[in-house]
C-alpha cells in the first residue's frame, strides 16, 4: 500500500544480504545482484535465488541490464559476464574474448552493442558476436570502469577510477578530469540527461554538469549538497534529476 515500508530477508526467501545492484526489466520482474548470494529475482511476492548451484558463474552481481531482445546481462565480480535468455545461459569470459572477469558496469547502445565496464581490464564492447578492447593504448587514463552511458549523438561516456570521465566518439577518446575541469577523477555515476547536458557523480567532488556548449558547473559542499559522495543518479518523467549520496542523502534537481 502507498505509504508502507517493508523489509525483506532470508526468511522472506532472499539470498544474500550485501546487495549491489537493483533493476527491473521490461516485463516488471526485478532483479536483485548481491555481493555473496548471487542474483534474486521477485515475481509478485516471490523470490528465486540463482546462483552458481543453478547456472549463474559467480555468486558475487555487480551489474544488470536488459537489451533490446529482451535478454539479461548479468556482470558478475570474477565469473565475467553472463547472458540470461529463456532461462539459458551464454558464458563470455576471459576464454572467449573479455580482459578480464570483473565487471563493473554493463550498458547496451542505440546500436545494440553491448559495453563492459571492467575492474582492471578496460573497457570492451561486444559487437556481432566480438569483443573489441579499450585500454591504456587506446587512450584511456584508469582501467577501471565504473559506470557508462550514451548521449543523443552517439557517444559512448564512461566514468573511471581515478581517471576521470571519458567520452568516446567516432574512435576519439577525450578525457575530463581535474586538469581541465572536473572536481574529482573518481567517477561513481553518469546520467546522460534529456537536454544534453552530462551529469557526473564524483567520489568526494559532488555533481559535475557537463554543458552542450561545453560549460562545467560543480554542486557540491560549497553550493548546496551536505554529501560530495554522489553514487547514484536518475532522471524521473518529468524531467527532475536524483542524486544518492553515499551518507544518505538524496537530492532532487529542478528545472
Request: proline residues 1%; glycine residues 16%.
Amino acid at each position: 500500500r502507498r505509504g508502507m515500508l517493508r523489509s525483506f530477508a532470508s526468511k522472506d526467501g532472499i539470498s544474500g544480504d550485501r546487495f549491489r545492484v537493483i533493476y527491473q526489466d521490461g516485463n516488471g520482474t526485478l532483479w536483485i545482484g548481491t555481493d555473496n548470494g548471487g542474483l534474486n529475482r521477485l515475481e509478485g511476492e516471490t523470490f528465486t535465488a540463482i546462483g552458481p548451484d543453478n547456472g549463474l558463474s559467480n555468486d558475487s552481481v555487480r551489474a544488470l541490464a536488459e537489451d533490446h531482445e529482451g535478454s539479461l546481462w548479468i556482470g558478475t565480480f570474477g565469473g565475467g559476464l553472463n547472458r540470461l535468455k529463456d532461462d539459458r545461459y551464454i558464458f563470455y569470459n576471459t576464454r572467449n574474448g573479455l580482459p578480464v572477469d570483473m565487471i563493473r558496469a554493463v550498458f547496451q547502445d542505440s546500436r545494440g552493442d553491448i559495453w563492459i565496464g571492467t575492474i582492471g581490464g578496460g573497457l570492451a564492447r561486444l559487437s556481432a558476436g566480438r569483443f573489441t578492447v579499450f585500454g591504456a593504448r587506446e587512450g584511456l587514463a584508469s582501467l577501471r570502469v565504473w559506470s557508462i552511458a550514451e548521449t543523443a549523438d552517439g557517444a559512448i561516456w564512461f566514468g573511471t577510477y581515478g581517471g576521470g570521465l571519458h567520452r568516446l566518439h567516432q574512435g576519439k577518446i577525450t578525457v575530463y578530469s581535474t586538469r581541465n575541469g572536473l572536481a574529482n577523477d573518481i567517477v561513481r555515476a553518469i546520467l546522460a540527461a534529456r537536454d544534453g547536458s552530462v551529469w557526473v557523480g564524483t567520489n568526494g567532488g559532488g555533481i559535475d554538469i557537463l554543458h552542450p556548449d561545453g560549460r562545467i558547473v560543480n554542486y557540491s559542499h560549497r553550493n548546496g549538497l551536505h554529501d560530495d559522495f554522489i553514487y547514484a543518479l536518475a532522471q524521473d518523467r518529468d524531467g527532475s534529476v536524483w542524486a544518492g549520496s553515499y551518507n544518505g542523502d538524496l537530492y532532487r534537481f529542478t528545472h
